[in-house]
């Protein structure tokens, strides 16, 4: 951990940072081994104390985990996956964080790319009392699309709860966040761009032009050899295996 921070500050190019987050809490023995005697956060306080990082937070995308994190008190800020599909940290991370006060970031607020209007996924997660949301942006008309629901913001009216409503229906609450965890894979599958052809085919009807864009790839999803490494490192918990049958079952 010593050493991570110090390739952090100079990556960075800098002597402080404002925020050091303990990345992806798992499991059971993960928190346990970031809070044990010589574990990650007592180097991080360390280096808190030193003046090299300002606050500590802890992310992950069990909530469960999240909340026995924030109960100890020892962290300024906590990210976890919250949009209109993801609402569990609602019920009770989120007030926990706010009643300690301890800042709240929402991870995947587009449900990792999935979720189509951009505008009305912002706009549910501004209605809700958190510090900040963190889209994911890799275009400048991304930028300007996130900012426009910052600075047109108005409550969703019933109609657009309605249309929110048939795309959690439509989506479902098991799906690909493309975090890319999953990877790499031993048979050199892109999983997470098998499923994104694989959704653009079925959901998006892009029947023409997918087909052709998936046999040009490399790690296809007939390569996948069934080993479950990747299902082993899915924070979400999700069928990969079988997902990437179907893909191939569909698109060769």
């Given at each position: 951990m010593v050493k991570d921070i110090g390739i952090s500050l100079a990556n960075l190019k800098t002597d402080v940072i404002d925020l050091y987050q303990i990345h992806n809490i798992q499991a059971r023995k993960d928190l346990d081994a970031v809070l044990a005697p010589g574990g990650a956060l007592e180097a991080l306080q360390e280096a808190q104390k030193a003046g090299k990082i300002r606050f500590i937070g802890v992310t992950g995308?069990?909530?469960e985990l999240l909340i026995e994190a924030v109960k100890t008190d020892l962290f300024s800020t906590v990210q976890v996956p919250f949009n209109f599909v993801e609402t569990k940290a609602l019920d009770e991370?989120?007030?926990?964080a706010r009643k300690m006060n301890i800042g709240t970031i929402a991870m995947k607020p587009l449900g990792g790319g999935q979720l189509d209007?951009?505008?009305l996924a912002l706009r549910f997660i501004l209605?809700?009392?958190i510090t900040t949301a963190i889209p994911g942006m890799d275009e400048v008309r991304h930028i300007e699309q996130n900012l426009a629901a910052l600075k047109n913001f108005r409550p969703l009216s019933p109609e657009e709860r309605a249309k929110i409503e048939h795309e959690i229906a439509a989506v479902g609450s098991s799906f690909c966040r493309r975090c890319r965890y999953c990877l790499p894979c031993p048979a050199g599958v892109d999983i997470p761009q098998?499923?994104?052809f694989h959704l653009q085919y079925t959901r998006y009807n892009m029947k023409k032009t997918i087909p052709a864009r998936y046999a040009a790839m490399p790690g296809k999803a007939s390569d996948c050899?069934?080993?479950g490494a990747c299902e082993e490192r899915c924070p979400y918990d999700l069928p990969i295996r079988e997902r990437l049958k179907k893909v191939a079952a569909d698109l060769g």
């Open positions: 995308h069990s909530v991370l989120l007030p926990l209007d951009v505008d209605e809700h009392d098998n499923f994104i050899t069934q080993c």
